[in-house]
T-cell receptor, first 111, second 114 residues
Framework: GQQVMQIPQYQHVQEGEDFTTYCNSS?????IQWYKQRPGGHPVFLIQ?????EVKKQKRLTFQFGEAKKNSSLHITATQTTDVGTYFC???????????FGTGTRLQVTL | DTGVSQNPRHKITKRGQNVTFRCDPI?????LYWYRQTLGQGPEFLTY????????KSRLLSDRFSAERPKGSFSTLEIQRTEQGDSAMYLC????????????FGPGTRLLVL
């Protein structure tokens, strides 16, 4: 079945440092979504990427979808303590409505 | 609050008991999803409904699990003869068919089977 892996599993940075998480799917994705889950919370939708090579920005967050539509990345510039949480990528394959989540990257930010 | 709601938020039960969880989606959303999330893992898809029709079920959903959405609004997830391995967070999400299929998640029901 489809597998979606993320690296790193965990990253601890000091406030102000940059952070990147990488997402790799075993199969081609029709689109990819990113979610953030705060400790003790539920996943919250951040963004969706659809086109091959697409890049989208949300303030300090930059999202990229690979040319082959099998990988994606999320980059946070100048992290803040409010960025703490686990970031999940999630993808659809074909026309299926089943969303397969990645393994997640937990981000810890300290002052 | 017009978001997705789930009840109860926490459930502790003894092995072998039946439990039922409820999800109330965002009112205009016609798609409803159930996921299971264990500690340190991403949510795993269980099943989804479009209106009242259950369109897909994961192989994770054993015979002891059943989900319904009788009127195309709220949904229930029942687990019969619970096992310790069923302990997890059960998340519900809803989405609209229009535009980007953003799934809005509820707060989840945390189940502990003793």
């Amino acid at each position: 079945g489809q597998q979606v892996m993320q690296i790193p599993q965990y990253q601890h940075v000091q406030e102000g440092e940059d952070f990147t998480t990488y997402c790799n799917s075993s199969t081609t994705l029709s689109n990819i979504q990113w979610y953030k889950q705060r400790p003790g919370g539920h996943p919250v939708f951040l963004i969706q990427l659809v086109k091959s090579g697409e890049v989208k920005k949300q303030k300090r967050l930059t999202f990229q979808f690979g040319e082959a539509k099998k990988n994606s990345s999320l980059h946070i510039t100048a992290t803040q303590t409010t960025d703490v949480g686990t970031y999940f990528c999630a993808g659809f394959t074909g026309t299926a409505s089943k969303l397969t989540f990645g393994t997640g990257t937990r981000l810890q930010v300290t002052l | 609050d017009t978001g997705v709601s789930q009840n109860p938020r926490h459930k502790i039960t003894k092995r072998g008991q039946n439990v039922t969880f409820r999800c109330d989606p965002i009112s205009e959303h016609n798609r409803l999803y159930w996921y299971r999330q264990t500690l340190g893992q991403g949510p795993e898809f269980l099943t989804y409904f479009q209106n009242e029709a259950q369109l897909e079920k994961s192989r994770l959903l054993s015979d002891r699990f059943s989900a319904e959405r009788p009127k195309g609004s709220f949904s229930t997830l029942e687990i019969q003869r619970t096992e310790q391995g069923d302990s997890a967070m059960y998340l519900c999400a809803s989405s609209s068919l229009a535009g980007v299929e953003t799934q809005y998640f509820g707060p989840g029901t945390r189940l502990l089977v003793l």
